[in-house]
């Protein structure tokens, strides 16, 4: 149990396109799900954590406008990176947390590539 | 605020060799620590967590893990590596008990098995 999958796994666009990422509960429901960042060879940053039904929270320095996260239904996030450059080119990780669990669950990510 | 030393960047072992990894953590308040295990362009996958009761903590693939308050150090163990536990380690405090807190992560510690 406890599934998360991302989609798509991998993701190659031009320079001032949009992107969107899913990210899925497949055997549970998630009140709140989280968007990391990490970079070649570093740890996980923090993006924003979404809620169900509310408007995300952001992590200082993230910009809101160009990371889109809606949290529309209990096993369903996604983060739409508008306006991608290069410096966008990332790994991006989900994780959802069951309702009433104490453990975050992780998503596979997703390799995005901005040209 | 909470944070997360891992003071090793790489370590290496010979398979079959006894493996410790360390971290340290800052926080105020009772931690909850984790440690989770990430394969190259995979997400992360829990290997185990404390949250109170035994300071000894056992995982899957055999790792296990101490929590020693007076040394603020949560690492991680296993009597005998195998070339398949090659990964990048993570260890991780969240606030609070619920899976919809924050994680913290420290920045982790390459792995490397020599046959």
């Known amino acids: 149990g406890a599934v998360v999958s991302q989609h798509p796994s991998r993701v190659i666009c031009k320079s001032g396109t949009s992107v969107k990422i899913e990210c899925r509960s497949l055997?549970?429901?998630?009140?709140?799900m989280f968007w990391y960042r990490q970079f070649p060879k570093q740890s996980l940053m923090l993006m924003a954590t979404s809620n169900e039904g509310s408007k995300a929270t952001y992590e200082q320095g993230v910009e809101k406008d160009k990371f889109l996260i809606n949290h529309a239904s209990l096993t369903l996030s996604t983060l739409t990176v508008t306006s991608a450059h290069p410096e966008d080119s990332s790994f991006y990780i989900c994780s959802a947390a069951p309702s009433g669990a104490n453990t975050q669950y992780f998503g596979p990510g997703t390799r995005l590539t901005v040209l | 605020a909470q944070s997360v030393t891992q003071p090793d960047i790489h370590i290496t072992v010979s398979e079959g060799a006894s493996l410790e990894l360390r971290c340290n953590y800052s926080?105020?308040?009772?931690?909850?620590l984790f440690w989770y295990v990430q394969s190259p362009g995979q997400g992360l996958q829990l290997l185990l967590k404390?949250?109170?009761?035994?300071?000894l903590v056992q995982g899957i693939k055999g790792f296990e893990a101490e929590f020693k308050r007076s040394q603020s150090s949560f690492n991680l163990r296993k009597p005998s590596v195998h070339w398949s536990d090659a990964a990048e380690y993570f260890c991780a405090v969240q606030r609070g008990t619920g899976g919809g807190n924050k994680l913290t992560f420290g920045t982790g510690t390459q792995l490397k098995v020599e046959l």
């Open positions: 926080y105020g308040a009772t931690p909850y």
């Open positions: 404390y949250f109170s009761g035994d300071t």
């Open positions: 055997d549970f429901q998630a009140t709140t």
